[in-house]
């Protein structure tokens, strides 16, 4: 398996764009993680799916950020519209049963 | 989650063993302890985890404290390629939930 797979690897957009993360998962996993590190907070968890569906969105910090799994084998993560405060590293994982879990490469965001 | 308790960095020579100690003085009897490595520019990878016994894997050991109060991760001849924020985290085995990364211990690995 490739691994959780996850593009762009880089991002460089202006403040108020729309940005779009995008992750594709182990294949047979049935959990979905989307998390975001900065130096000064860390690694955070945004969101995670069971099934596709959300089941923990606590972590998401405003309205302005929002994810989707329509399917098993993709999710996104959608920040609309972008600030520089949003400048991080995002992390997509995924597992079988809240296992041990994968982490993709993930995506440096950087908002100016 | 029960909380943890790192040092935030530790160094070490190359090959020798070093041991990674994490305090969790409120663990609940079904909590597991998991281990996490992140690599520099890299996502956090799996290194072990145990309940009560020691564990060994080709990664590294587990030793668990009997009261389960702490526990250190024991990597048994450092590499330059075990440089790392190494995260102890600690999840309920009957729950539901996913890991919560604390800020970790950054290991520096001195050739």
């Known amino acids: 398996d490739a691994g959780v797979i996850q593009s762009p690897r880089h991002e460089v957009t202006e403040m108020g764009q729309e940005v779009t993360l995008r992750c594709k998962p182990i294949s047979g996993h049935d959990y979905l993680f989307w998390y975001r590190q900065t130096m000064m907070r860390g690694l955070e968890l945004l969101i995670y799916?069971?099934?596709?569906?959300?089941?923990?969105d606590s972590g998401m910090p405003e309205d302005r950020f929002s994810a989707k799994m329509p399917n098993a084998s993709f999710s996104t993560l959608k920040i609309q519209p972008s600030e520089p405060r949003d400048s991080a590293v995002y992390f997509c994982?995924?597992?079988?049963?809240?296992?041990?879990?994968?982490f993709g490469p993930g995506t440096r965001l950087l908002v100016l | 989650d029960a909380k943890t308790t790192q040092p935030n960095s530790m160094e070490s020579n190359e090959e020798e063993p070093v041991h990674l100690p994490c305090n969790h003085s409120t663990i609940s009897g079904t909590d597991y302890i998991h281990w996490y490595r992140q690599l520099p520019s890299q996502g956090p990878e799996y290194v072990i985890h145990?309940?009560?016994s020691n564990v060994n894997n080709r990664m590294a050991s587990l030793a668990i404290a009997e009261d389960r109060k702490s526990s250190t991760l024991i990597l048994h001849r450092a590499t330059l390629r075990d440089a790392a924020v190494y995260y102890c985290i600690l999840r309920d085995g009957m729950g539901n939930t996913p890991l919560v990364f604390g800020k970790g211990t950054r290991l520096s690995v001195i050739a």
């Open positions: 145990g309940l009560t």
């Open positions: 994982a995924s597992s079988w049963a809240l296992g041990t879990q994968y």
């Open positions: 799916f069971n099934n596709n569906v959300p089941i923990d």
